[in-house]
């Protein structure tokens, strides 16, 4: 485990960083299995078989130690792996990790592999046989004849043949062309893409598209120069607008799925470095990847036997996802890529500066999402929009709330017959008969300005909803116009909160909890007709394991309604804005005054 001394480290320097690394390396060397090229973290099951769980964990690893061998010596590490990766491609041998299949895990694994035959060809590839090194290029290249989601995966293709090509291996001119080509075909401009679905961008945009681009642009800048500066240009516009889902404290807004990665959300700020691209300055790059590192080793990440596990805040299996095993959290040893930096680039030497306090408010088209900082930019509160995966655990969840937040974080759901235990926070979700209530999904249409997002949404057949979102500092107003054709019950949750020291406050037109991390607050406005703090089923939040969830409800004839509320997430004292209905429109007044039409059903337009 690491020690509290190690865990207030600040990972700015080289050798904080890789201190760090080597004490999560000792805590991970006792599971090395007998199986050469395998390695046995835990039990839980994924959609993967159990040989493959362990090749996983095995080469994860690579994401760090190939960048630290790439600079450094660690002889026992490099004799663990030089024999793994001997025996697991060598079909011959009991410890083969298999030939591979159509979307097989075992193509994703390959990219880490890939990346520590390049950058360090000498502690690996030079150390092999020839006989090893033919069986480790046709296992790789196996990859070339497989299909796979059309999607960020297509990079893993990518490095394989960039390194088959400089190992002086037979490789796919063919396959390379064509993936850079898919590639390109998600860009969306401002440097963002989408993760393949028209609907998708989260995290894999930063700590996927951009970090394997920019080892792209380094290690084929001779090759490649014109595509190389291409990456590099992308991924500095896309520095402009990432950092907005940092906080001052170096928290990240959880949103999206693979949240068990962790501090894989820093690996885009090192891979810049490792390409040399400064999309920022030095100083403040250094000082995004050095806090958002900090906090995440203060957190209850790890297990006691030292191994990180899976969950966010703590061990959490609820939010995983079918292909996260044990070892998957290991991904997040990408933020290590800062080891393959030399000691004497100019990052190194920089002063750590303070998070860019630019912008309070920014709306983000390419990247569907809006952004405001409250709290003197301490906290962080992202209002997505059109955004949905299909075919992944509790995906409204995590794309479809009205809000996440940094600091208050969002919770998923452990079941779904009563409220309580779907803990449906910052969303509007409805029931015909009091169970099984329904969120926001699916964005029907939307639009978004620099003042309010609106979505258009059907939770049930027969439900149509206009709700409009208008983010207001800390707290923001939700404006819903519903059509329903049957009888509904309606419940509008607010933000969780951890249930250690709090004091509730319940009347009929507002619910509220307060704890040393701020107040959580819901004010009806009109159209609801009560007010009640929830206790959530343990575990559903990420960042608590124990929240309450202030809510209002409203049971609702068949018929047109208006309900409209303010909703407050606060970590500092912050007057809550006045609401005026009337007619035609809302009035919402405090620090600036926003109006917004209401509206009479129009017939829904694509999204746009």
Known sequence: ??????????????????????????????????????????????????????????????????????????????????????????????????????????????????????????????????????????WLRQINDQAMPANNWHFFRVLVNICLMKLGCEYSQEKLKEDLSLIDSHYEGNGWYRDGEKTQFDYYIPWAYHFYGLIYAKLMENEDPERSALFKKRATDFAQSFYHMFDADGDAVPFGRSLTYRFAQASFWGALVFADVEALPWGVIKGLYSRNMAQWFKRDIFSTDGLLTIGYYYQNMIFAEGYNSPGSPYWAFKSFILLAVPKDHPYWQAEVLDF???????????????????????????????????????????????????????????ASYNYYEAALDNVLSVSCDEHYYRPKA????????????????????????????VPYGAYHVRIHEINTQQPINVHEGGFSIPMEGCRKAENDQS?????????????????????????????????????????????????????????????????????????????????RRVLVKRDQFPERNEQK
């Not at 190939?66 to 010596?73: A, D, I, K, T, V």
């Not at 057949?461 to 979102?469: M, R």
Request: hydrophobic share 35%; glycine share 6%.
């Open 1 to 138: 485990m690491l020690s509290d001394y190690k865990r207030n480290w600040k990972y700015q320097s080289y050798d904080d960083i890789k201190g760090a690394l080597e004490v999560l390396m000792n805590s991970v060397k006792p599971f090395y299995t007998e199986r050469k090229g395998h390695i046995k973290l835990g039990t839980s099951g994924t959609v993967y078989s159990e040989d493959t769980q362990q090749a996983e964990g095995y080469l994860r690893m690579l994401w760090a130690l190939g960048p630290l061998w790439s600079q450094n010596e660690a002889p026992d590490l490099q004799k663990i792996y030089l024999e793994g990766i001997a025996a697991a491609t060598d079909p011959e041998n009991a410890d083969y990790w298999g030939d591979v299949t159509d979307y097989d895990q075992l193509l994703v694994e390959m990219a880490s592999l890939s990346l520590t035959l390049m950058i360090a060809k000498d502690k690996i590839w030079n150390q092999l046989s020839a006989k090893e090194q033919e069986n480790l290029a046709a």
């Open 442 to 469: 699916e964005d029907l249409s939307y639009q978004a300005t620099d003042e309010w997002i609106k979505y258009d949404w059907e939770p049930i057949p027969g439900t149509h909803i206009l709700s409009t979102i």
């Open 356 to 414: 860019p306090k630019n912008e309070t408010r920014v709306l983000n088209l390419e990247g569907h999402a809006f952004y405001e900082h409250v709290d003197d930019f301490h906290h962080t509160l992202m209002y997505p929009f059109g955004q949905r995966v299909n075919n992944q655990n509790n995906s409204e969840a995590k794309y479809s709330k009205f809000v996440y937040s940094s600091k208050f974080g969002m919770s998923a759901q452990k």
């Open 511 to 591: 619910a509220s909890c307060t704890t040393s991390l701020g107040t959580s607050i819901v004010t009806n406005v009109t159209g609801f007709d009560r007010a009640e703090v929830i206790r959530t089923e343990p575990n559903t939040n990420l960042l608590y394991p124990r929240t309450y969830l202030p809510t209002l409800g409203a049971k609702l004839s068949q018929g047109n309604h208006l309900l409209v509320s303010v909703v407050g997430g606060l970590t500092s004292a912050e007057e809550q804005p006045k609401v005026t209905v009337t007619e035609d429109q809302i009035i919402i007044e405090g620090k």
